[in-house]
């Protein structure tokens, strides 16, 4: 559902505004949106990147310490 028209174009540089419908959305990393502008557009979950995310976030989430054969006394 994207569509742009720089899909196959090679830029160099960082954006300094996003346009959504029209309006100025984003300049120069300020958030210049009004509540309610948005359209939630839903999505099936599944797809890869969501995968890999998920996978990813598993495996650098904290995990406890397990400890055996120490005493709590540490004698």
């Known amino acids: ?3 742009t028209s720089l ?3 090679k830029v160099k540089g960082l ?11 984003i300049y120069d990393g300020e958030v210049r949106t009004e509540e309610g502008h948005g359209k939630f557009i ?3 979950g599944n797809t890869a990147t ?3 995310l998920s ?3 598993a495996l650098t989430s ?3 310490v397990e400890r055996t054969g120490i005493p709590a006394s540490g004698v």
């Open 62 to 64: 904290p995990r406890p």
């Open 42 to 44: 839903k999505r099936e």
């Open 50 to 52: 969501n995968k890999a």
């Open 15 to 25: 954006p300094r505004f996003t346009l959504t419908r029209g309006k100025v959305a």
């Open 55 to 57: 996978s990813w976030k």
């Open 1 to 3: 559902m994207t569509t």
């Open 7 to 9: 899909r196959a174009k």
